[in-house]
């Protein structure tokens, strides 16, 4: 194990935010996470688990020991005529695993194609896109107890998903850390092209036939078109979560608003952030060295030199901007350290 002090965490966010860490520690396997966290025990420092670092806003130094999880590897657990079950590393990245099921002719995680982050995040954000979520494909999940260092196995039901939301990020957050997950996969593709703009964008390629790389390119070329690249410019993808509000609140701001955009869910209609965001007068503005994306309003951005407290106090602007037009409450979806 290797400990390492007083590093630049720049590299290890999408932000690209230089924030540094005390303490900063690479581990790829449970054992070494162990050893880690017994490290820092013994010293009395805090950990910090980190991914992808594609979810996170850091508005502050971290002082204690920061654990980047690179746990890998990719394995059939199970299968049968119709699925099959694959168990992935925490550590493996994410849209990397997306191609290869891919390649594999395995099915359900096409639509998520080009989102950032990790494998061991997917569950805690119960990420989405296109129509698909996480839970959609989800069979189980191992995770360490950092208080006990000891392994335990969590199902669809143990994990309570919700609309970018798990138990992990409530109730059990900060309490474990997960080192692999396993996803069951359809054999035979079932296409889910109702959402965004993919039979459209389909339709521009008339010699394709549809398949799941077919979908995956289309995916991957929406996203590029709207969402700026975090090796260009610093971002975390979507900010904000798109906020439910019930169907009488939708009504009547309809009656100010005919062009208000919605879509039916159990729970009420579902708005979208981005065009609140617009509609407020955010789109493209800039501050400084930070700002909001000018093709795509749901994201914010670090042009250079940006801190992360300053896009922290830009998305308070902004929330506040949207509640005092809509009423309607934003609620971040990435984390702030």
Request: glycine residues 8%.
């Amino acid at each position: 194990m290797n400990i390492q002090e007083n590093i630049s965490l720049k590299p290890f966010n999408t932000f690209s935010l230089d924030k540094k860490a005390r303490f900063f520690t690479s581990v790829n396997s449970r054992e070494q996470l162990i050893e880690a966290l017994i490290w820092a025990k013994g010293r009395g420092l805090e950990v910090f688990i980190l991914g992808g670092g594609s979810n996170i806003l850091l508005t502050q130094d971290i002082n204690s020991l920061v654990i980047k999880i690179e746990i890998s590897g990719i394995e059939i657990v199970k299968e049968d005529e119709e699925f099959v079950w694959v168990k992935v590393g925490a550590g493996e990245n994410w849209h990397n695993f997306v191609l290869f099921a891919i390649e594999n002719g395995w099915s359900g995680i096409e639509n998520l194609s080009l989102i950032p982050g990790t494998v061991g995040a997917s569950p805690m954000q119960n990420i989405g896109a296109y129509g698909v979520e996480i839970k959609d494909v989800f069979e189980s999940l191992k995770a360490l107890n950092r208080a006990t260092l000891e392994q335990k196995e969590f199902n669809a039901e143990d994990c309570r998903f919700g609309y970018r939301e798990s138990v992990f990020k409530h109730e059990l957050k900060g309490k474990f850390i997960i080192t692999s997950v396993t996803y069951k996969l359809r054999k035979k593709p079932v296409f889910n092209l109702e959402y965004g703009a993919i039979k459209e964008t389909l339709a521009e390629w008339p010699d394709k036939e549809v398949s799941l790389k077919s979908v995956s390119d289309a995916i991957i070329k929406i996203r590029q078109s709207k969402l700026p690249d975090p090796k260009v410019i610093g971002n975390a993808g979507s900010f904000f979560k798109n906020p439910t509000i019930s169907e009488e609140s939708w009504k009547a701001l309809q009656e100010n608003y005919p062009s208000i955009p919605g879509y039916n869910v159990p729970d009420g209609v579902k708005i979208p952030a981005a065009w609140l965001i617009e509609q407020s007068g955010w789109k493209g503005r800039k501050f400084g060295e930070i700002g909001v994306h000018e093709k795509q309003p749901l994201v914010l951005v670090n042009y250079g030199t940006g801190d992360g407290f300053d896009i922290k106090l830009l998305s308070e602007k902004i929330q506040h901007s949207v509640f005092e037009k809509f009423g309607i409450e934003l609620h971040p979806e990435v984390n702030f350290i």
